[in-house]
């Protein structure tokens, strides 16, 4: 069972397209993050949320964290290649160690020039 | 500055061989995690650390073992490799909050 599930799971687009991808739990966590992978390489931060509602802004990448804290979403305005990659969600579940550290499987987005 | 540093890079191992791998991290975070990835499951946590001397069970910790005898520093072993745990591995430590990551090591279990 995967405790943080995200959607969708593969992502292919043109230069220019507007997207947004999703990462929802049934349950409560303490804060999410959000990371990009490259090929080869491990995950980079782009991200952390941590009040419900709350909205983060990243250049041409929007990050909300849902009022109750379960879910999250990742928009990306006018994407270019430079923004394909593996788009990760992660959290520790509420009420739990903050070492435990779950992530969801990903989005993989290619950016087609 | 290094950040988190994982040795080796690329194992091959018999099945039934034992290994163990080292991670290391130099910017003194108390938190420190062991996670494998495979495709299309993500990143799975083995086991974490949340100090010098402590550890805990993640998600798939059955054939792993871990050890954080020194803040620096956190293994994980393979005491009986299996087919089954041919993936890549990733290390990262936090303090907590963002998590930094290891270059990864890509296991093969013939």
């Known amino acids: 069972t995967q405790l943080l599930e995200q959607s969708p799971q593969f992502l292919s687009i043109q230069e220019g397209e507007n997207l947004t991808v999703y990462c929802n739990s049934s349950s409560v966590f303490s804060s999410l993050q959000w990371y990009r992978q490259e090929p080869g390489e491990g995950p980079v931060l782009l991200v952390t949320?941590?009040?419900?509602?709350e909205v983060k802004k990243l250049k041409r990448l929007t990050f909300q964290f849902g009022d109750a804290r379960k879910d999250s979403s990742l928009h990306i305005t006018a994407a270019q290649p430079g923004d394909t990659g593996l788009y990760l969600c992660?959290?520790?579940?509420?009420?739990?160690?903050?070492?435990?550290?779950?992530f969801g499987k990903g989005t993989k987005l290619s950016v087609k020039p | 500055n290094a950040g988190v540093t994982q040795t080796p890079k690329f194992r091959v191992l018999k099945t039934g061989q034992s290994m163990t791998l080292l991670c290391a991290q130099d910017?003194?975070?108390?938190?420190m995690y062991w996670y494998r990835q495979d495709p299309g499951m993500g990143l799975r946590l083995i086991h974490y650390s949340v100090g010098e001397g402590t550890t805990a069970k993640g998600e798939v910790p059955d054939g792993y073992n871990v050890s954080r005898l020194k803040k620096q520093n956190f293994l994980l072993g393979l005491e009986s490799a299996a087919p089954s745990q041919t993936s890549v591995y990733f290390c990262a430590s936090s303090y907590p909050g963002e998590a930094f990551f290891g270059q990864g090591t890509r296991l093969t279990v013939v």
């Open positions: 992660a959290g520790p579940p509420y009420g739990g160690s903050q070492g435990n550290l779950i």
């Open positions: 949320v941590v009040t419900g509602g």
């Open positions: 910017m003194n975070h108390e938190y």
